[in-house]
């Protein structure tokens, strides 16, 4: 595929990825954001940020199920967009839910041990936003895959937040787990060479 239309098709996935944060901002100023607007946009920053991490997460399943490697190419976009979104769940967290106000904080984190496992997962992807650029993986060479394979320790973290916060809701983690365990399969030699397409 040409570099050009690889570009457009880059352009194209970053205007559907800003989409769910004008959402939630038409939410907020049309007041459609519900009784409890902090919880509405705590959460829907999180389900926003973990569907794009899964997304970025599949790239490389797909590159090797396909043959095709155009989907590299949106890897990064889909993770940087990812950090953002869980960037903003944990901000509106703060701001919103806590008020900023450092006893509620502390009483959450008591109340509810899972948004320690969220911040770990958050803390993961920090590194990896702040070196994925290709600048940063000439500089890192073979370092720089082993830093980004944290997005996997990340992404089990994530299972595990999402699981605990869902509850009686079993549904939702149930699919984020699935695909998670999915994904790892999809890395193992044995898997990847069943799936892989037949070279003539």
Same mark, same amino acid.
């Given at each position: 595929?040409k570099?050009n ?12 990825l800003?989409?769910?944060f004008f959402?939630?901002?038409?939410l ?6 519900g ?5 509405k946009i705590v959460?829907e ?11 970025s997460? &599949?790239?490389?399943? %797909?590159?090797? #199920?396909?043959?095709?490697?155009i989907?590299i190419?949106? !890897? =990064?976009?889909?993770?940087l +967009?990812?950090?953002f ?7 509106s967290?703060?701001?919103?839910w806590?008020?900023l106000d ?9 109340e509810?041990?899972y948004i320690?496992?969220?911040?770990? &997962?958050w803390v993961? %992807?920090v590194? #990896?936003?702040?070196t ?5 993986? !000439? =500089?890192?060479g073979?370092k +720089?895959n082993?830093l980004?394979?944290l ?15 869902s ?10 787990g ?8 999809l890395r ?8 892989r397409p037949?070279?003539s």
């Amino acid at each position: 595929m040409k570099k050009n239309t690889i570009v457009k098709l880059r352009w194209g996935l970053h205007i559907l990825l800003a989409l769910p944060f004008f959402w939630v901002v038409y939410l907020v100023v049309s007041g459609d954001i519900g009784t409890d607007p902090a919880e509405k946009i705590v959460r829907e920053f999180g389900f926003d940020g973990a569907c794009i991490l899964w997304l970025s997460l &599949a790239m490389t399943p %797909l590159r090797k #199920l396909t043959g095709n490697a155009i989907w590299i190419a949106f !890897r =990064r976009p889909l993770g940087l +967009w990812s950090f953002f979104y869980l960037s903003l769940h944990l901000c509106s967290f703060l701001v919103f839910w806590a008020g900023l106000d450092f006893q509620v904080i502390t009483e959450e984190l008591s109340e509810r041990p899972y948004i320690y496992i969220g911040v770990a &997962a958050w803390v993961l %992807l920090v590194p #990896l936003a702040v070196t994925s650029t290709q600048r940063s993986r !000439r =500089r890192l060479g073979k370092k +720089w895959n082993q830093l980004h394979r944290l997005v996997y320790l990340s992404g089990a973290l994530a299972v595990l937040h999402i699981v605990w916060v869902s509850k009686l809701d079993y549904v939702q983690p149930l699919i984020f787990g699935f695909l998670f365990i999915a994904f790892m399969l999809l890395r193992t030699e044995k898997i990847k060479n069943i799936l892989r397409p037949a070279k003539s």
